[in-house]
């Protein structure tokens, strides 16, 4: 991996749809590390670091994922941005990138194109969820660190507390948002491509037995494919709505959530 930003992906074990879901056997490996293996593809990543709890229902997760070789940082259970700051204290990266482990389609090409976008445009908060285009699991949050230890600092509510960016993007008038778009212009913001109960961990088992077994690298385009060819097997926000983590809280401008 180069210098750039540090990807920090969020796991827990305690997921109140799908509890375990983040160690559920996907295509002969734990969703987990399949995730982990999709986003080591990207070629715009430093390091990648798992922030899970100090709760000892993590125990199992923390003890899997380091010892596939996996960095591991572990924290308070509900305060996830503590989380993301205490990586931030240890690893010192100037920028990070916030993955949720519940996205075991995530594109790394779509990952090294919102930190692209992002470092060009020297902004403070960059991600393609602000306006949709891309499915959901396909979620890429850039942020700058100092700024996140800002929100850090100041804030004591609780959702800002566990919902890592929302103290963020709720407030466009004090940090600078850009928003990523699909460069071909498609909006697929219909589709359903992350884990949060059996019904979603069938279809990606589905994906999975599909092409892995010829496509090991397969990515976005190929999912795509795929789900067109069988459109009845789909999963859609009329399955389940997007961003119900954060039902009924002032996001600002932003549609984006998520909490594996």
Known sequence: ??????????????????PGKVLLDLHGEPMVIQQLKRIERATSLSDLVVATSTDPS????????????????????DDVLTRFTMVIDTYQPQHIVRITADCPLISPVVIDQVVQTYLEAEVDYCSNTLTPTYPDGLDVEVIRATVLQEVARRSTDPHEREHVTLGIYRHPEIFNLLNVTDPEGRDHSDLRWTVD????????????????????????PDVLSVIEGNP???????????NVALDGLDTGAMEHGGNP
């Open 232 to 242: 009845e097997l789909s999963r859609t926000t009329n399955h389940a709505a997007r």
């Open 1 to 18: 991996m180069n210098a750039g930003p540090l990807a920090i992906v969020q796991a827990r074990m305690t997921s109140s749809r799908l």
């Open 58 to 77: 993590d125990d199992e997760l923390a003890d899997e994922v380091s010892n596939r070789g996996y960095q591991v940082e572990r924290g308070p259970l």
């Open 197 to 220: 109960s059996p019904d979603d961990f069938e279809f990606v088992s589905w994906v999975y037995g599909e092409l892995a077994p010829t496509q090991p690298d397969f990515d976005y």
